[in-house]
């Protein structure tokens, strides 16, 4: 009789535990919105941190977009800014900022690839990040109207959005990270 009572206690137990949530439940893959609204002009550490994060993201499983806002949209149109416009850059300012040696090697060493599938330039990162990895990334097409860009200009990793659009993917973030 007491050989029958112990798997039952046990049985009961679990049964238990499982109902009131004793036991870890795995995480699901979440829906990451990365909103990045600040160009390298005026802070290169925000707009340089997004990168990793999204990628680190996507490692760990999640659905990853990346919405490019504000001032940087700047940051990601080819011959943007008096200088580029005057010899007709074919470039954006992410093609021109190099990833240091040292965040290379990082990167391959948290990401687990070899030093050589790390990008040089945030421009490169970006193209990665959406052509490899399966990163959405889009741009406020308004803002560029505002800083009279035209969408044709944009690096070919940002689709340009109307606001519509960029409603849409904020409601269906389950979370936001603003840089």
Same mark, same amino acid.
């Given at each position: 009789?007491?050989?029958?009572?112990?798997?039952?206690?046990?049985?009961?137990?679990?049964?238990?535990?499982?109902? /009131?949530?004793?036991?870890?439940?795995? *995480?699901? $893959? @979440?829906?990451?919105?990365? #909103?990045?609204? +600040?160009s390298l002009a005026v802070d290169d550490?925000? /707009?340089?941190?997004?990168?990793?994060? *999204?990628? $680190? @993201?996507?490692?760990?499983? #999640?659905?990853? +977009?990346?919405?490019?806002?504000?001032?940087?949209?700047?940051?990601v149109t080819k011959g943007f800014g008096?200088?580029?416009?005057?010899?007709?850059?074919?470039? +954006?300012?992410?093609?021109?900022?190099?990833?240091?040696?040292?965040?290379?090697?990082?990167?391959?060493?948290?990401?687990?690839?070899?030093?050589?599938?790390?990008?040089h330039n945030y421009g490169e990162y970006?193209?990665?990040?959406?052509?490899?990895?399966?990163?959405?990334?889009?741009?406020?097409?308004?803002?560029?109207?505002?800083?009279?860009?035209?969408?044709?200009?944009?690096?070919?990793?940002?689709?340009?959005?109307?606001?519509?659009?960029?409603?849409?993917?904020?409601?269906?973030?389950?979370?936001?990270?603003?840089?």
């Open positions: 009789m007491k050989r029958r009572i112990v798997p039952v206690l046990l049985m009961t137990f679990t049964a238990l535990a499982w109902n /009131i949530g004793f036991w870890i439940q795995p *995480a699901s $893959a @979440a829906n990451i919105l990365i #909103h990045m609204k +600040t550490a925000q /707009i340089c941190a997004v990168p990793n994060v *999204a990628w $680190a @993201a996507v490692k760990a499983g #999640h659905k990853v +977009t990346i919405l490019v806002d504000a001032s940087a949209v700047t940051s008096w200088f580029r416009k005057l010899i007709g850059s074919e470039s +954006t300012a992410l093609d021109h900022a190099g990833l240091p040696e040292r965040e290379r090697q990082s990167l391959s060493e948290q990401m687990g690839v070899p030093l050589e599938q790390v990008p970006f193209d990665v990040l959406k052509n490899k990895l399966g990163v959405e990334v889009y741009g406020n097409q308004t803002m560029m109207l505002l800083y009279n860009i035209d969408p044709a200009r944009v690096a070919s990793s940002v689709t340009p959005v109307p606001l519509a659009k960029m409603v849409d993917v904020f409601a269906s973030a389950d979370r936001v990270i603003v840089y």
